[in-house]
């Protein structure tokens, strides 16, 4: 099997640049889909891929790769940023499995 | 719009079995993959399982192995999750999602209670 490893707690203040780092052997071979969930919501896509957003998604939402790190860069951070954010990516066992990472509980200050 | 709608919440006793669906909707069924993904209160996502609803072929989290079957029925664009053995801890909110990989949308999820 594989793991993914985030921070568990990161902060930014309002309309500041923040980064959530997610670190994986599997990510050294597949992409990483990043997930934002709100208290009581069901979790929401918004990174997918080399770096597409969904329909919807604000542009200030980015993300990258290089070697076993994916990030999620949120520019300009609005308070209705304040969420919990996972990671995901194929298990390096392969055939379809796949594995989330802890969560990153972002606070807009 | 593509929708995923699942079944409503259940209590169950240790040792019990529950069975949760989710009806998709706004999309060809067969196109996508739906996998289940699960949260306890407080706590993180936990993938469980995947399904190929064209061909049937499921593939499981090395964790629910052996507790855990994924189904579906195409005539009604609707896929299952069924967990055996249930204990304290499958207490939970579980998701289903269309896959594969990038998971979108999700369902609403439904909240399974295993209690004495």
């Known amino acids: 099997s594989s793991e993914l490893t985030q921070d568990p707690a990161v902060s930014v203040a309002l309309g500041q640049t923040v980064r959530i780092t997610c670190q994986g052997d599997?990510?050294?071979?597949?992409?990483a889909s990043w997930y934002q969930q709100k208290p009581g919501q069901a979790p929401v896509l918004v990174i997918y891929g080399k770096n597409n957003r969904p329909s919807g998604i604000p542009d200030r939402f980015s993300g990258s790769s290089s070697g076993n790190t994916a990030s999620l860069t949120i520019t300009g951070a609005q308070a209705e940023d304040e969420a919990d954010y996972y990671c995901n990516s194929r298990d390096s066992s392969g055939n379809h499995l796949r594995v989330f990472g802890g969560g990153t509980k972002l606070t807009v200050l | 719009q593509v929708q995923l709608v699942q079944s409503g919440a259940e209590v169950k006793k240790p040792g019990a079995s529950v069975k949760v669906s989710c009806k998709a909707s706004g999309y060809t069924f067969t196109s996508y993959d739906i996998n289940w993904v699960r949260q306890a209160t407080g706590q993180g996502l936990e993938w469980m399982g995947w399904m190929n609803p064209n061909s049937g072929n499921t593939g499981y989290a090395q964790k629910f192995q052996g507790r855990v079957t994924i189904t579906r029925n195409t005539s009604i664009s609707t896929a299952y999750m069924e967990l055996s053995s249930l204990r304290s801890e499958d207490t939970a909110v579980y998701y289903c999602?269309?896959?594969?990989?990038?998971?979108?949308?999700w369902g609403q999820g439904t909240l399974v209670t295993v209690s004495s």
């Open positions: 999602a269309r896959g594969p990989g990038d998971f979108d949308p």
């Open positions: 599997s990510l050294r071979s597949y992409y």
